[in-house]
């Protein structure tokens, strides 16, 4: 006999996922849930799976609670497990895992009444309009809706690497061979944006000894938080008014007039914020792609901001000449008597260089385009036509609430993505003050139909 279907279904267990089945069960804790996640935690995924205490959160504490109506919750939460001594850590970053822990009991508190399954497997298709997700064992799991919550994959090298050195070799979010890295090691980064900073600091932790080289096209590092935080006065109706460029002279003029007056230009991107999707859909498919082209690199660094104890501590070690920060444009790996060696083509003024290490971390980012090579649950949604890539082929096509497209357009009411697949349609879409509010829609839309009797 077929078990009776789940309510629904969530595929990918990270914190997108754990935020669709708490928002799903505060409206209806009967729900029953599956989610389908390898990992053997719930609630973590990439970003909240590190157990270091140097990889901290780069929103404060103050900002991360579970739903928008209740930001001050995971401070709340700290307060409970850590006694009074965090009552004044609104503004803090705190460590990752603390955040990990915090939505792990959480999504433990809301489904007590044994209403959410971990089923420890990963999907590979998904059939019958999203209702039901065959996995990797060849078992099949039937539910009245599904939800995409799958995350965040890295992009790899986009050059081969040597049999002889792939040893040496890693991916940033790889904490067992970061951390297997020897203290005197030259380690080279390809890629300085958060990524770099998390395996920097993941060194630092471990008395990295050696050299270490970050390279990238463009040197940018991400840039600090203020410590107040406060959003400066911006008009944002004004602002989704203007094609690109008016819009990114409008925000350069307002950040040195902030500057002028004495004010952080972080005030001026912190009350961006909240507008972030309609700023993205406001502009027009070509200034989308002009943005995609020539802003991006620039605006990631003022959007996605660190810690300033963090930054504090990247310039500290440039200064003591530990961590070099190199502009390239890399084009090869090759082996030399073991170690790896890095080359950088000729580029305008810029000679042929190279550099020799021990060990290369890549920390070049997340893969965006639909679908992600090699990703088979991907692959199967496209060729059934139940998913169509996003715009700029980033992530899927998708409605407000998340609902996939189909290959005609059409959204249907079984489907649904939240996180880094709506990058396309919405480009703010994976911090978790996005991933909340796309959670709490999922769960509206999913309430009069996704639940069985
Ligand atoms: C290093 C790092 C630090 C970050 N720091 C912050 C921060 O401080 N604050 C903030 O707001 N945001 C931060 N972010 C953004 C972050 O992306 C989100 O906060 C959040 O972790 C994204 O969660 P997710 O569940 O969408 O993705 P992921 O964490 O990638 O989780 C997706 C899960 O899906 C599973 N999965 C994938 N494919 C399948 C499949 N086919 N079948 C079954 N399971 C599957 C994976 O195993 C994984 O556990 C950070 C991101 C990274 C990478």
Do not use: K
Not at 52 to 64: F, G, P
Not at 196 to 216: C, N
Not at 392 to 402: H, K, M, Q, R, Y
Request: aromatic letters at 4%; a neutral charge.
């Amino acid at each position: 006999m077929t078990p009776a279907p789940y309510d629904l279904a969530i595929i990918g267990g990270g914190a997108a996922g754990a935020l669709v089945a708490m928002h799903c069960l505060a409206r209806d804790p009967g729900m029953r849930i599956a989610i389908v996640e390898p990992r053997a935690a719930l609630a973590r995924g990439v970003a909240y799976s590190t157990t270091r205490d140097e990889h901290l959160l780069n929103v404060t504490a103050d900002r991360m609670g579970w739903h928008a109506d209740l930001q001050g919750d995971f401070v709340a939460w700290l307060q409970a497990v850590d006694g009074e001594g965090a009552a004044d850590v609104g503004h803090d970053f705190m460590p990752r895992r603390r955040f990990g822990d915090y939505l792990a009991a959480r999504l433990a508190d809301a489904a007590a009444s044994g209403s959410v399954v971990h089923v420890h497997e990963h999907a590979v298709a998904c059939e019958d309009a999203g209702r039901t997700v065959l996995l990797a064992s060849g078992e099949r799991l039937h539910a009245r809706a599904c939800v995409l919550a799958t995350g965040n994959a890295s992009r790899p090298l986009p050059w081969p690497v040597p049999a002889e050195v792939a040893a040496r070799v890693c991916e940033a979010w790889d904490l067992a061979a970061i951390a297997a890295i020897p203290p005197d090691a030259r380690v080279a980064i390809v890629g300085t944006g958060l990524s770099m900073v998390d395996i920097v600091l993941a060194l630092r932790g471990q008395q990295h000894r050696g050299a270490i080289t970050a390279l990238s096209r463009h040197a940018l590092l991400p840039l600090p938080h203020e410590p107040t935080h406060m959003a400066l006065d911006v008009d944002i109706d004004a602002l989704a008014m203007l094609p690109l460029r008016a819009r990114m002279r409008r925000l350069r003029a307002l950040a040195a007039e902030a500057m002028a007056g004495g004010l952080p230009w972080q005030g001026v991107m912190q009350a961006l914020r909240p507008y972030g999707v309609r700023l993205w859909q406001s502009l027009s498919p070509a200034d989308q792609a002009r943005f995609l082209r020539h802003v991006v690199r620039g605006w990631d660094v003022h959007r996605h901001r660190i810690a300033p104890q963090v930054v504090d501590m990247l310039d500290a070690m440039r200064a003591d000449g530990q961590l070099r920060v190199d502009a390239a444009r890399l084009a090869a790996i090759t082996a030399d008597g073991g170690q790896v060696v890095l080359h950088a083509a000729a580029h305008g003024a810029g000679a042929a260089r190279c550099w020799q290490v021990d060990h290369v971390v890549n920390a070049t980012g997340i893969q965006s385009r639909f679908p992600v090579a090699g990703d088979a649950l991907q692959a199967s949604l496209l060729a059934a036509g139940l998913a169509r890539p996003g715009p700029f082929g980033l992530g899927v096509d998708v409605d407000g609430d998340g609902a996939l497209r189909d290959r005609h357009g059409t959204a249907g009411a079984h489907l649904f993505a939240i996180g880094s697949l709506r990058i396309g349609a919405e480009w703010e879409s994976i911090a978790v003050p996005d991933l909340r509010l796309q959670a709490a829609r999922i769960a509206a839309r999913l309430r009069p139909a996704a639940r069985s009797s």
